[in-house]
Each structure stands twice: as C-alpha cells, then as structure tokens.
C-alpha cells in the first residue's frame, strides 16, 4: 500500500498540503471519482456502500503514491475492533500509509468553517455550537464535542499524541514553504525535486469549478488547487469575526492551553 494519509480538522489547509504534495512527489495522485460521496476521503467509507469499498480498494493499489483526505478523530480511524470490511479497511489504510497531520490556529479555521458552511445563525452562535462531525459508527458524543472551539483543541491535541504522524504548521507551509516541504519530504522518504513547486490559488473560480467538475467526472485533469478556501489561504483575521470581546475570552477559554504556531 503506497498510500499517504493526510488529516487534519476541516478547514485547516488540507487542500494545500495535498496539492503541495502532487506537485511535489513524482507521479503523486489525489483521486476522485463520480461514485464517491465526497473527495477521495477515507470517511467515505463510512457509508458503508459497496462501490465507494471497491474504489478504494482499486485506488489504493496503485504502484505510485495515492493521497488521501481525513478530517477523522485518530480513533475514529484506528478503530481498535473492526466490525465489517469498511471498518477493516479504514484500519489497514491508517496502519500502513505515511500519515501526516496539518493544524492551524483556530481562529481563522472557525472563519473559514463558518463561511463554508454558510449557516443561517451568527458567527457567535456558530462558535458555540456543539460538534456535528462525528462519526457515529465509532464514538458518542463526548464533553469536548460540546463547542466547536473545544473540539478544534481537542482534535489537534489527539493528533499530537501520534508518535508515528509527522505534524505540519499551516502558518510554516505558508510562509517557509522550501524548507517545511524539504522537511515533510524527507520524512516521508521521497526525494527532493530539482525545485520545489508552491502550488497557486486559482484566479477564476468560475473555470476552477467547472474543471473540478469535469474531472470528477473522469473528463479532465485535477486542477493545480483542488479546493478553494473561502479566504484563500490568508493568515488576516476578518475584523467582523472576534471583534466582540465576549467571543474572544470564549475562544481563549474553550480552547485551553493549546499554542499553535
């Protein structure tokens, strides 16, 4: 299984990584295919359908490195007592992949979330709200779902404690890409490029979408960016979200004594 896993929570430069890695490691590859209910993530085998388990285990035997997406719990990916096939392969997938992990400080992750998910609340509200990203099959609701700022620290904080993971600071992929790619290259046991390629933020999202569209459906190439992130990438903090101070001491309380970089 040439497989690399990358996880992280939602919202924290997933896509980045990714794409740093396609352009980055010889022959990489982020699949997709019509039949799957999301990108090739390894929560999708949690739908428990017969065809999203035979894509994968197609795409996963591939002689060249595959690349796949989780924003899972390690638990809920580690599953200590498989009961079926899925389950059986979502193990063997987190046990024997080269798995990295990228985090980022939980601010501008909760704005970004927010804006993807386009709720009808505010964004006070919205921070406030318990965690609906649980894997059900797996785990119950837990205290540190009972925010979305606690479970940001609390997903983080499980991560860290996988020895064999290699971690990854967005803010560093962002700003001292050569030698955070040199670093996760190396780790990961593939050679170094003549270059190393920072992959670029589309400019016209319009065409971007189509041709994410055209190749989901096995009639184009993936995109040099396969995502776009509401605020593409950048470290500023919206003024409008934060601004009251009953948000930020909720913020800094909720996520205890958590230091991202």
């Not at 980055?24 to 993530?41: K, Q, T, V």
């Not at 992990?101 to 921070?127: D, T, W």
């Not at 509401?230 to 800094?252: C, M, R, W």
Request: proline share 6%.
């Amino acid at each position: 299984m040439n497989t690399i896993l990358v996880s992280s929570h939602r919202r924290s430069g997933t896509h980045f990584l990714i794409d740093s890695l396609r352009r980055n490691i010889d022959s990489a590859e982020f699949p997709n295919h019509y039949s799957l209910p999301a990108d090739f993530n390894i929560g999708s085998l949690f739908s428990k359908q017969e065809k999203v388990y035979a894509i994968f285990n197609k795409l996963i035997d591939s002689p060249t490195p595959v690349i796949i997406k989780s924003h899972l719990l390690p638990e809920e990916c580690n599953i200590q007592t498989p009961r079926d096939k899925y389950e059986v392969l979502i193990k063997e997938i987190f046990d024997n992949s080269r798995k990295l992990y990228i985090y980022r400080e939980g601010q501008p992750v909760l704005i970004s979330l927010y804006k993807f998910l386009k709720p009808a609340c505010s964004f006070s509200e919205f921070i406030r709200e318990e965690n609906d990203h649980i894997v059900k099959e797996i785990r119950r609701y837990q205290d540190f779902d009972a925010n979305r700022v606690r479970y940001w620290s609390h997903h983080i904080r499980q991560w860290q404690l996988e020895a064999s993971v290699k971690h990854v600071s967005f803010s560093d992929l962002l700003t001292h890409f050569p030698e955070t790619m040199e670093a996760v290259l190396n780790d990961l046991g593939f050679d170094l490029p003549a270059t190393l390629e920072k992959p670029g933020i589309p400019k016209n999202l319009f065409l971007h979408g189509i041709q994410k569209k055209l190749y989901s459906l096995g009639l184009g190439a993936l995109p040099e960016n396969s995502s776009v992130r509401p605020n593409k990438g950048s470290k500023t903090i919206d003024p409008q979200y934060f601004s009251e101070l009953k948000d930020e001491a909720y913020y800094q309380n909720q996520k205890g004594e958590l230091q991202v970089d």
